[in-house]
């Protein structure tokens, strides 16, 4: 049974940080492309952060020099580390695992960024 579960989330104020993780079970996880995305009742899901199976890294532009994606394969495990967080990054964030045609998500997690 695949699984993604993602924690982290909560509410911090503008300049502050979180760390999201997600948790996968069920699959080779050390094999697939991982990502984060993230979504507001006003936009499409979009996303924020890749790392693929060996390792590189991308981000979009808003969220450059900021966020750090990573992940442990041993814990099969991926996080996001938020910097500097701004209003605009409240969303609900999304952990994808992708593999050729082959896409599992996991449940959400709310980031709220007020004062």
């Known amino acids: 049974q695949v699984q993604l579960v993602e924690s982290g989330g909560g509410l911090v104020q503008p300049g502050g940080s979180l760390r999201l993780s997600c948790a996968a079970s069920?699959?080779?996880?050390?094999?697939?492309?991982m990502n984060w995305y993230r979504q507001t009742k006003e936009k499409q899901r979009e996303l924020v952060a890749t790392?693929?199976?060996?390792?590189?890294?991308n981000y979009a532009d808003s969220v450059q020099g900021r966020f750090t994606i990573s992940r442990d394969n041993a814990k099969n495990t991926m996080y996001l580390q938020m910097n500097s967080l701004k209003p605009e990054d409240t969303a609900v964030y999304y952990c994808?695992?992708?593999?050729?045609?082959?896409?599992?998500w996991g449940q959400g997690t709310q980031v709220t960024v007020s004062s």
């Open positions: 790392i693929t199976s060996g390792g590189r890294t």
């Open positions: 994808n695992a992708q593999r050729a045609t082959i896409y599992y």
């Open positions: 069920g699959f080779t996880f050390s094999s697939y492309h």
